[in-house]
């Protein structure tokens, strides 16, 4: 198993895309981040108090787009593979295919855990210099952020694993489909599309629905630290979901990996 | 170029794996479309109390109206003295002029001249042909009667004229109420809560004085005398009081057509942005395969003219998709729509809509257009990326994202998100114009054609690039 997490680190280092895959989690995420929150400001509610403006998720909402070059790095950690012709020789390298599938789950993970936090943390530093200017101070209900407060560290912890989830889904499905488009846009799909058509459906239960069920906004129910009544999931739970549907990528991928031909 | 087409099209047509992205991405429009008007439910028609418009929309017809009967042809004149809010502050449309309709009941037809505080003089008849004249302040107004013929003018002295607007109301009766009329439509506020878009009303009611009032002929029919009444069911009570020579008419409400709180026709083509990934997918592919495996320099060697193959693969795969996408649009529609009626979405609230009418027609052959648009900008990205990883991903953020965090932001920055990012296509599925027009519900302010134009114009920037780039770099 050394040998083989070793191996897989070895692969993802030496590509430069990963490099600029993990500066573009950080960057993305902190940038987004930054201009949504540059964007709200207390004078758009009725009185600065009455705003309830959930700032927390809002300095994280970055994650919309950070994700993406998440699901890419995983995505392309297994099909580059199958594209070159590479899987062969690791697969010769490394006959157990469950240790393949399991070192390269951890080396993506942990390398995603870890620009996750880094950008986490870089999106909370923006947060704390811009959301004061924009009217939402301590005197109008909105304590600096801060991780020692319980739901803002939840939040903040929570959207790293968010992150941790999403590459497991993409490297899940990257194995079980073995193709970079394929692949791509499955998890893109799942991701983006359910939430913008859960939003366009008429129906408020539907919808309430199918944003319990979708990924992304199950998931980034994690982010929520004021109003926790009105989600659709609570937190955890919407984690949860989102683990439901890595994990089942990733226990489909390794069936295909176990079952087909390389 | 007739050669190119068919050795694109062979290339397309020839791989299976396509051709099944592309039944998939009819499949999935159709599907989603159904399972979207499955899922809707609209009790609008259990509340639904407006009155019916000459051309059976819904309409708003409240007001308050100081008004007499006139007797075949004739004239009705006021100069507005002033408009003040009485309830509330003074609206932008609160309107207050002299008015010619056909009965008291509302929804009857009418023609109106009125002055309003933030969109100055209007000429109005049926809830439809709004014309605008002069601007705000003192205005003289006039609705002359010849036949059917109504005429409306303005003056700002009460000797030049101008006619601002004229309608024909065929088969209107020889004696017709004529008035002056004030109305005050709710004041709405669009505040931000709990980290989205919240929406508050309170009806208002406004006050206007009339000085100068003329009828002419004065006696016809003989023995008029004026009345006053609400015409409607105004959310507030109004007056008018006559002092010499003149009126003050206080009233609320509002004379316009009211849209449908649900657009069913974009509601049925909401499987295209599920569509659109299979065909964001094929026109990437279209191109970065031909890079992976080499085929490309094959191209290239049988038609060296470079800018040809980019026009011949962008036509060959625009053209596909506007043909798939046309049938799965058009299925998506004609199936969704009896399921939609059952959910709900029926007349008199939801007028039907009907491959007829020109707004349906352009939101489902707008929608194959996109499809084929996004296709085309696939293969443009994929040219100037070759790489299939990051041009699907590029596309895709473009194309979906906006939408999702349009929705999150504060109105004014969510609009300008729907206007520059190529999402802005999306407005061609739009039928009905809001009144209110929030990011979070998917409407775009600017109108169908304005954001069309802006995703034309990004693809056209993207194959201006992949041209570029393809004759200047090695293959």
């Known amino acids: 198993m050394r040998q083989a997490l070793a191996a897989e680190w070895t692969k993802l280092r030496t590509v430069s895309s990963a490099a600029w895959l993990v500066a573009a989690v950080v960057g993305c995420t902190v940038l987004l981040g930054s201009a949504m929150t540059a964007s709200v400001d207390t004078s758009q509610c009725p009185s600065p108090a009455s705003c309830q403006e959930d700032t927390v998720r809002l300095v994280l909402a970055g994650v919309w787009v950070g994700q993406v070059a998440v699901v890419v790095l995983a995505v392309l950690a297994v099909t580059n593979e199958y594209d070159t012709g590479m899987i062969q020789t690791t697969l010769a390298a490394t006959p157990r295919r469950g240790t393949v599938l399991l070192a390269k789950a951890a080396v993506v993970t942990a390398t995603v855990l870890a620009s996750g936090t880094t950008a986490v943390i870089g999106s909370l530093a923006a947060g704390r210099a811009i959301l004061p200017g924009n009217g939402f101070t301590e005197a109008n209900g909105y304590p600096p952020l801060s991780v020692t407060d319980e739901p803002t560290l939840r939040a903040a912890g929570g959207t790293v694993l968010y992150l941790g989830l999403v590459a497991l889904l993409g490297l899940g499905l990257g194995t079980a489909v073995r193709d970079t488009a394929g692949a791509l846009l499955g998890v893109l799909t799942l991701l983006y599309v359910a939430p913008v058509v859960a939003a366009l459906v008429g129906d408020p239960a539907w919808q309430a629905r199918l944003q319990k069920v979708a990924p992304m906004t199950a998931g980034l129910a994690i982010q929520a630290t004021r109003g926790l009544e009105r989600l659709p999931i609570g937190p955890w739970a919407g984690l949860g979901v989102l683990a439901a549907w890595a994990g089942t990528a990733m226990l489909l991928g390794a069936v295909v990996l176990q079952v087909r031909d390389a | 170029m007739g050669r190119l087409l068919l050795a694109e099209w062979t290339k397309l047509a020839s791989v299976p794996r396509w051709v099944a992205a592309m039944m998939a991405a009819v499949v999935l429009t159709v599907l989603v479309g159904l399972l979207g008007a499955a899922s809707s439910t609209s009790d609008a028609n259990r509340y639904w109390d407006f009155a019916v418009g000459p051309d059976g929309r819904s309409v708003r017809d409240d007001f308050h109206l100081a008004h007499r009967p006139l007797a075949g042809d004739g004239s009705v004149t006021a100069r507005v003295a002033s408009q003040a809010g009485l309830v509330g502050e003074l609206q932008d449309w609160a309107r207050a002029g002299v008015i010619l309709k056909e009965g008291l009941e509302p929804g009857s037809r009418y023609a109106a001249m009125m002055v309003t505080p933030g969109h100055g003089v209007r000429f109005q008849a049926n809830f439809a042909d709004e014309v605008a004249g002069g601007g705000t302040g003192a205005r003289w107004l006039r609705l002359t009667r010849a036949g059917s013929v109504i005429d409306g003018y303005e003056s700002v002295d009460g000797t030049a004229w101008r006619r601002v607007g004229t309608v024909d109301l065929a088969g209107l009766p020889s004696t017709v109420q004529i008035g002056l009329f004030v109305a005050s439509p709710d004041a709405v506020q669009v505040t931000r809560q709990f980290g989205s878009v919240g929406i508050g009303g309170h009806p208002t009611a406004a006050t206007a004085t009339f000085d100068n009032v003329r009828v ?40 316009a057509v009211v849209p449908p709180e649900e657009d069913v026709v974009r509601l049925s083509l909401t499987g295209v942005l599920v569509g659109l990934m299979a065909v964001v997918g094929l026109g990437v592919l279209s191109i970065t395969s031909e890079y992976k495996r080499g085929m490309i320099r094959t191209t290239f060697a049988a038609s060296p003219r470079r800018g040809r193959v980019l026009a011949a693969k962008a036509l060959v795969l625009g053209g596909a998709t506007f043909v798939a996408g046309l049938v799965a649009c058009l299925a998506a529609f004609l199936l969704a729509q009896p399921t939609l009626r059952a959910n709900g ?50 596309v895709i953020l473009l194309l979906v994202l906006p939408q999702l965090v349009a929705a999150a932001l504060p109105v004014s920055a969510g609009r300008w ?31 169908p054609w304005l954001g069309f134009g802006v995703l034309c114009a990004y693809v056209a920037v993207a194959l201006a690039v992949a041209f570029w780039l393809l004759r200047r770099r090695d293959a």
Do not use: M, N
């Not at chain 2, 016809?220 to 008419?249: C, H, I, Q």
């Not at chain 2, 194959?368 to 990883?389: N, Q, T």
């Not at chain 2, 802005?424 to 599925?429: C, E, L, V, W, Y």
């Not at chain 2, 809001?434 to 409407?443: H, I, K, M, S, V």
């Open chain 2, 417 to 447: 998100l729907q206007r520059l990012t190529p999402s802005a296509g999306f407005a061609i599925q739009q039928t009905v114009e809001r009144g209110l027009c929030l990011p979070e519900d998917g409407c775009f302010p600017e109108g």
């Open chain 2, 216 to 255: 002419e002929p004065a006696g016809s029919p003989p023995g008029a005398s004026w009345t006053d009444r609400d015409v409607g069911r105004p959310a507030l009570e109004g007056d008018a009081t006559e002092r010499a020579g003149g009126f003050t008419v206080s009233g609320s409400g509002d004379l």
């Open chain 2, 345 to 394: 979405y029926g007349p008199p609230a939801f007028p039907r809509a009907s491959l007829t009418d020109g707004p349906v027609l352009r939101a489902v052959i707008g929608s194959a257009a996109v499809l084929a648009l996004v296709a085309v900008l696939g293969l443009a990205a994929g040219a100037i990326l070759r790489r299939s990883a990051g041009a699907i991903t590029a």
